[in-house]
């Protein structure tokens, strides 16, 4: 199977979920960011890109999933992966590998600290914010407590 248009598939149908409280934009704004910067990094230091690219779309499942839960997301999102995953036909540790980028995705990754491929995607993760920030900015409001009309 070709993980990373399942994993494609899964997000953006995940993304167009009425449980999905950023919008449908949200697929195209930073998941499929993601997966584009993480697969030109994967590249360019020899990174396993089938990984970080499957990973890149599911790292933030479980925000869209269990947005009450937003601070333990990536913990989460990486057990919900490699569910995600081993349900259709991963092996585990193709499963496990895409959970671990999954889980590290929230904080910087450097090497020595986590794989090539963790550090792939929790530098993509970070580097969607720069081609858009406006879409940023109600997040960034949100986490200084300000709504997001304000």
């Given at each position: 199977m070709?993980f990373?248009k ?13 449980k999905?409280i ?9 998941l499929?960011?993601?997966a ?12 396993d ?38 349900e259709?036909?991963a092996d ?7 959970a671990?980028?999954a ?13 090539r ?10 580097m969607t ?5 406006a ?16």
């Amino acid at each position: 199977m070709d993980f990373v248009k399942f994993a494609r598939e899964y997000a953006k149908n995940a993304c167009e979920s009425d449980k999905n409280i950023f919008g449908e934009r949200f697929f195209d704004q930073h998941l499929e960011l993601a997966a584009y910067y993480g697969g030109l990094l994967a590249d360019r230091i020899g990174a396993d890109k089938e990984v970080v690219m499957t990973a890149a779309y599911l790292h933030d499942i479980a925000a869209i999933f269990i947005p009450d839960r937003i601070p333990e997301h990536a913990v989460l999102g990486g057990e919900m992966a490699y569910k995600i995953l081993m349900e259709n036909g991963a092996d585990e540790s193709f499963a496990r590998k895409v959970a671990d980028c999954a889980r590290t995705h929230s904080s910087p990754v450097k090497e020595g600290e986590g794989t090539r491929e963790q550090i792939c995607v929790s530098s993509a993760d970070a580097m969607t914010q720069i081609p858009r920030p406006a879409y940023w900015l109600p997040y960034s409001l949100c986490k200084k407590k300000k709504p997001f009309n304000d």
